[in-house]
């Protein structure tokens, strides 16, 4: 059984009477136990949003999330509700406004032991001094603000945050797009070792395939609210499907230059659509290069190809 099912995910804002903004529409798919998804797309394809509602900020509009098979958002029991908070952990994009800036480092990491169990001050501080440690930072480190600290730095108080409850499953939205280069492929991979280490599990949402590519086990390509195509990774990138996919892996820049030279740079036409009010068609068709007829009248199905490969285009 799958640790996390999302099931016909939708998730819409009213922004008037008229308008609706669907950020994520009928959207399904399985986390199991361990393994990391990465999820991919555009900002404004409705990835953040998807994960959101994955550690319950967001309520959806339409559908279930279950959780070891139970409904996250049904649960009436606050124990329940508690385990799950426990359970279910999220890395934010953005290190410089995810942590309150007057909070010390103690505090921070500190306050979802604080709220799940009773501990006195000096467990805590041993608790709170390893888990510093296993993210690269210290005890000296505690009685400071987060503001005094570089993005790297409060990225990894981030991440010491959300393992401080030892939680089964975490949401990674684009924990290190907001880093420095230099500092990327550090933070990428401190993650993957403590998966490693502590058998976790990870959605890792991501606005490029090079980065989830290092890191996820399966891969789901959004477009502008919906699911266009999803794989194990090695298949996704030796064989993409769905022309969205082809783009975006036709953009990752070529380190070897004999594979650079063969490879043509797809360029899409137009900017990405309103998602508010869309067309019952193919979200994709405005850019896509192949469109038919039939991609202007239908919306296409997920549908299952070779070895679990799905995708969501009227070309196949
Ligand atoms: Fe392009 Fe049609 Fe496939 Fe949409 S359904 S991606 S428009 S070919
Ligand atoms: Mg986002």
């Known amino acids: 059984e799958p640790l996390v099912q999302v099931k016909k995910l939708s998730k819409y804002f009213q922004i008037s009477k008229k308008e609706t903004l669907k950020a994520v529409e009928d959207v399904s798919f399985d986390i199991y136990k361990g393994e990391t998804v990465g999820l991919v797309g555009e900002s404004g394809c409705g990835k953040s949003t998807t994960g959101r509602c994955l550690v319950k900020l967001y309520e959806p509009t339409k559908g279930n999330v279950l959780y070891k098979g139970k409904d996250i958002f049904d649960s009436k029991k606050n124990s329940e509700k508690l385990e799950y908070c426990k359970n279910t952990q999220m890395i934010f994009q953005n290190p410089y406004s995810s942590l309150n800036p007057r909070m010390t480092v103690k505090d921070v990491v500190g ?62 939205d684009e924990p290190i797009s907001a880093l420095d280069v230099s500092i990327q492929a550090q933070v990428l991979n401190m993650l993957k070792k403590l998966q490693k280490e502590r058998g976790l599990t990870y959605l890792f949402i991501a ?110």
């Open 207 to 316: 606005h490029d395939l090079s980065v989830v590519k290092y890191i996820s086990d399966k891969v789901i390509v959004m477009y502008l609210g919906t699911i266009v195509e999803q794989a194990n990774a090695v298949d996704l990138y030796k064989n993409p499907m769905h022309p969205y996919t082809k783009a975006l892996l036709s953009a990752i820049p070529e380190a070897d230059p004999k594979i650079a030279k063969s490879k043509q740079r797809i360029m899409l036409k137009g900017e990405i659509p309103s998602p508010i009010n869309p067309k019952e068609c193919c979200r994709f068709v405005e850019r896509c290069t192949y469109a038919k007829p039939i991609c202007h009248e239908a919306i296409p199905k997920l549908k299952t190809y070779d070895d679990n490969h799905k995708v969501a285009c009227h070309l196949f």
């Open 111 to 172: 306050e979802g032991i604080r709220l799940h169990e009773k501990i006195s001050e000096k467990n805590l501080d041993e608790k709170i001094e390893d888990l510093l440690k296993t993210v690269g930072l210290n005890r000296d480190h505690m009685s400071r603000f987060s503001h005094e600290f570089s993005g790297g730095q409060r990225q990894r108080i981030g991440i010491a945050r959300a393992l401080s409850v030892n939680p089964e499953f975490i949401v990674c």
